[in-house]
């Protein structure tokens, strides 16, 4: 009887380990498909949530909020354009990848990609004007 026990449990132990193994095999894989490129993750119709500005000269920062609308938004199409509009205002432009953590957009200006998530996107610029001021731009997105 006791033989039996233990044959028993061995068999419930030998399940219970198959079935976990395979609960984290299909996790693994979905986690492997839903992998994207940052590419993908960018091709998408993005709510602006706001733009600072920022102006640093004499020595301060020189801040500026505009909060953005609902009817506010980029978005990023798959043939390298990206459609916005933003106060009214609605244009498109080209926009391309430079690496996985800078974009150019219009051809001339170049954003450092600071979040990108499914419900966020960050961009961030900085120029440098002379030895001691610069304009900093970060556009905040959400999904």
């Known amino acids: 009887m006791k033989k039996m026990k233990k044959v028993i449990t061995s068999i419930v132990i030998v399940t219970l380990v198959t ?30 949530e706001r733009i600072v500005d920022n102006n640093y000269y004499s020595g301060a920062d020189h801040i500026n909020t505009t909060t953005g609308t609902s009817s506010d938004y980029f978005d990023f199409k ?20 430079i690496n996985d953590t ?5 051809g ?8 990108l998530t499914a419900n966020s996107f960050v961009l961030y610029q900085k120029n440098i004007r002379n030895a001691t001021d610069y304009d900093e731009e970060t556009i905040i997105m959400k999904r």
């Open 102 to 106: 800078q974009i150019l957009i219009d």
């Open 19 to 48: 079935m976990y193994l395979q609960a984290c095999k299909k996790s693994d894989t979905t986690a492997a498909t839903s992998t994207q490129t940052v590419l993908q993750k960018i091709q998408y119709k993005w709510t602006l």
């Open 78 to 97: 798959k043939d390298g354009k990206v459609y916005f509009s933003f106060s009214g205002i609605t244009d498109v432009v080209t926009y391309s990848l």
């Open 108 to 115: 001339t200006e170049t954003y450092q990609i600071k979040t």
